[in-house]
C-alpha cells in the first residue's frame, strides 16, 4: 500500500470518527436537556464544551481533508506536466488542469517572448475547449499588478473589490471570481496564469491560490523544458538538413575525395572516388590507406609525408598505378592538411581526378596531329564534322616503298612493322612539314593531298616538294639501317577535283578524298620505280618553274581509256 493511500484511508477514518463522536454528544445533550434540574449545570456545560471541540475538531479534520487533497493533486499534476516535452502538449495539459482543480470558468496561459512581451500561446474553458483571441476579455489591471509584485492575486468578487471594482476592464466584462497568480523559473517572471469565473464570486480561496501558486512555479520548469526541447530539437533537424545536403554536394562532387586522420585511417569517401578507384566505401572507410590502395601505399605515402613536414598543399600530383578492377590509369591528386575550426591538423584531404580518358584522348590527338597539319586541326569544328563532303581541287600526293612485298617474305612481321614505321615516320614528317593532309597509311603506302581544309595558292609546288624531300630523307635512315634494309619510294602525284568530307558512319567517321583525281594519282604513283617521282602534266604546269624534269612518258592507267602524259621530277629550281 502507497503513502498516498494510507494518508487517505488516515484522514477518511478521523473524518468518519468526529462524526460519530458529534453525533453521540448531540445524543448525550439532547438527553440532558430531557432530564431537567436532576443533572447538575456543570455536567451540561461539560457536555456543551465538548460539543465545541468537537465541531473544532471536525473543521480542522475538514481543512486536513482538503490539504491533503491539494498535496495529492499537485503530485498529479507534476506527474502530467513533466510527462511529455512536446511544448503544445505541456501547454494544454497545464490549462485543462488548472481549470479542474479551481473549478474556474476559464484559464489563460501567459508567457514572456523574446521581447519581454506577454503573449497567450492558449486559452481553454471548462469544457477543454480552446477560447479564441476575439474571446479574450480579461483584466490587464489584475495581469499587470501580478507582473510587476510577482505576487498572486485574488477576488472573489472583482466587481466589489476596491482594489479593482473601479477598472472599466472589470466593469465593461462584468469579471467576478478572479485568481492570477505568477510562473517563476529561476527566480525570474516567465509568464502568469489566469483563471476566472464570470457567473459565481466566492469561487477561488486561499486554499486554491496556494495551490495554484505552487502549480504555477512547477508548470513554468515543465514548460521551460519543453522550450529547450523545442530549441534542441529545432536545433538539431537544422544540424540534420545540413548535414543532409553536405552529404549531397559530397556525392555530387566531380572529383574523388578522401579524408583521413592522422593515423592514415580513411574517415569519408565520396561516390567519385569509388569509380575511380574501382574500390567500394566498405573497402576504404575505416581502413589505412595503404591498406585500401595497396599499388599507391608508397607514393600516397612519401606525399603525406610532405604534407605533414610543411604543413602545405602538395598539388598537380600524376600517378600512373594498375588497379586490380580498372587496369592501368592515369590520376592527378592534390593533398592539402584537414584543419578543424581552430586550424589544428586533424588528418589529409586528398582530391583524386581521374585522367586517364584525357590522356587517352591527348595520345589520339598526337597521333592525330601526325597525319593531319595542326593549322588543319585549327579549323576542325565538331560540331560540323558530320557524313557529307564538299568539292575541292586539290594536289594528292602517293609514296609507296618499293619491294616491300617481297621484302616481306624474309622477316618476320614484328621486325617488319618496325622498319615501315620508320619509312612511314619519314614520309609523313616531311609531308607534315609541307602542311599537307595525310588521309591514310595503308600497309606500306602514304595517301596526302594538299589545298584543303585550308586553301594554298602553291599546293601541286608543295606536294613535289614534299616527294622530293621523301626521297633525299632516305639517305639520312639509309646511314642509321643495314644495307637489307635498304627501300625507295615510288612517287606519284595529280592535280584535280575531288570530293572531301566525313564518310562512315555516326560512330566512325574518316575525314578523306574521293574522286578521279585520287585514282590517278594512285595510279601513277604505281607506274613510278623506287626513288622516281612521277606528276601529271597537270600538276607540271603549276610547277614548271620550279623543277626539272626528264622527258615526258605516257604511263597507261587503269580506268583511262587515254594514256596519261607524266614527267619524272629530277630535281627542285
Not at 499534476?77 to 476559464?106: H, P, Y
Not at 459565481?200 to 486561499?206: L, Q, V
Not at 601541286?460 to 634494309?485: K, T, W
Not at 572531301?500 to 574518316?510: I, P, R, S, Y
Amino acid at each position: 500500500m502507497t503513502s498516498e493511500s494510507t494518508s487517505t484511508i488516515l484522514t477518511f477514518d478521523l473524518k468518519h470518527q468526529a462524526f460519530i463522536a458529534q453525533q453521540l454528544v448531540d445524543q448525550i445533550r439532547e438527553d440532558l436537556l430531557k432530564s431537567g434540574p436532576m443533572i447538575p449545570q456543570r455536567v451540561i456545560q461539560a457536555v456543551n464544551a465538548l460539543a465545541g471541540n468537537l465541531s473544532r475538531f471536525s473543521r480542522q479534520v475538514a481543512l486536513v481533508e482538503d490539504d491533503h487533497k491539494n498535496l495529492v493533486a499537485l503530485a498529479d499534476i507534476s506527474q502530467v506536466v513533466n510527462s511529455t516535452l512536446e511544448l503544445n502538449e505541456v501547454l494544454r495539459t497545464v490549462m485543462d488542469t488548472i481549470i479542474r482543480l479551481t473549478g474556474a470558468e476559464r484559464g489563460f496561459l501567459m508567457l514572456r517572448d523574446a521581447e519581454g512581451k506577454l503573449v497567450t500561446p492558449i486559452a481553454r474553458n471548462w469544457e477543454q475547449e480552446s477560447i479564441g483571441s476575439s474571446e479574450h476579455l480579461i483584466s490587464q489591471t489584475i495581469i499587470e499588478r501580478v507582473v510587476s509584485e510577482g505576487l498572486p492575486v485574488v477576488t472573489t468578487n472583482a466587481q466589489e473589490d476596491p482594489r479593482f471594482g473601479k477598472q472599466e476592464s472589470i466593469i465593461a466584462y462584468n469579471l467576478r471570481s478572479i485568481l492570477c497568480v505568477p510562473m517563476k523559473f529561476k527566480d525570474q517572471i516567465t509568464g502568469v496564469i489566469y483563471t476566472d469565473n464570470r457567473i459565481k464570486s466566492g469561487i477561488f480561496s486561499d486554499a486554491q491560490r496556494n495551490l495554484l501558486t505552487a502549480f504555477a512555479n512547477q508548470a513554468a520548469v515543465a514548460i521551460e523544458n519543453a522550450r529547450l526541447y523545442e530549441s534542441v530539437k529545432s536545433t538539431l533537424d537544422e544540424v540534420t538538413e545540413l548535414k543532409n545536403l553536405m552529404d549531397n554536394v559530397f556525392a555530387s562532387i566531380a572529383s574523388g575525395v578522401i579524408t583521413a586522420d592522422v593515423e592514415d585511417k580513411v574517415l569519408l569517401c565520396n561516390r567519385a572516388v569509388e569509380a575511380i578507384l574501382g574500390c567500394t566505401h566498405d573497402e576504404m572507410v575505416d581502413h589505412r590507406l595503404e591498406e585500401a590502395l595497396p599499388p599507391m601505399a608508397a607514393d600516397l605515402c612519401l606525399h603525406i609525408g610532405q604534407v605533414r613536414l610543411s604543413d602545405e598543399q602538395v598539388v598537380g600530383v600524376e600517378l600512373a598505378p594498375t588497379l586490380p578492377n580498372r587496369g592501368k590509369v592515369t590520376l592527378s591528386l592534390n593533398f592539402s592538411p584537414l584543419k578543424d575550426a581552430n586550424a589544428r591538423t586533424q588528418g589529409i584531404t586528398i582530391v583524386v581526378d581521374d585522367l586517364t580518358e584525357k590522356k587517352h584522348l591527348e595520345a589520339q590527338r598526337s597521333m592525330f596531329e601526325r597525319m593531319v597539319s595542326p593549322k588543319v586541326i585549327k579549323l576542325l569544328d565538331p560540331e560540323k564534322m558530320k557524313l557529307g563532303g564538299t568539292r575541292t581541287d586539290i594536289t594528292t600526293l602517293f609514296a609507296d616503298v618499293r619491294g616491300f612485298t617481297s621484302f616481306s617474305e624474309r622477316y618476320d612481321p614484328e621486325e617488319l612493322v618496325k622498319i615501315l614505321n620508320q619509312y612511314m615516320s619519314e614520309a609523313g614528317s616531311v609531308i607534315l612539314d609541307e602542311e599537307g593532309t595525310i588521309d591514310k597509311f595503308m600497309g606500306d603506302a602514304v595517301m596526302a593531298w594538299f589545298n584543303a581544309p585550308i586553301p594554298q595558292p602553291d599546293h601541286s609546288l608543295r606536294a613535289v616538294r614534299a616527294a622530293v624531300a621523301i626521297c633525299n630523307s632516305l639517305d639520312r635512315l639509309h646511314q642509321q639501317l643495314p644495307q637489307e634494309f635498304h627501300l625507295k619510294f615510288g612517287v606519284g602525284i595529280h592535280y584535280g577535283a575531288a570530293v572531301l568530307g566525313m564518310v562512315g558512319t555516326e560512330k566512325k567517321m574518316e575525314y578523306t578524298a574521293i574522286g578521279d583525281s585520287v585514282n590517278t594519282a594512285k595510279r601513277i604513283q604505281e607506274n613510278a620505280k623506287g626513288g622516281q617521282i612521277l606528276i601529271s602534266e597537270d600538276v607540271y604546269r603549276f610547277v614548271k618553274d620550279q623543277v626539272v624534269v626528264g622527258p615526258t612518258t605516257l604511263v597507261e592507267v587503269k580506268g583511262k581509256t587515254q594514256p596519261v602524259v607524266v614527267y619524272e621530277v629530277l630535281r627542285l629550281v
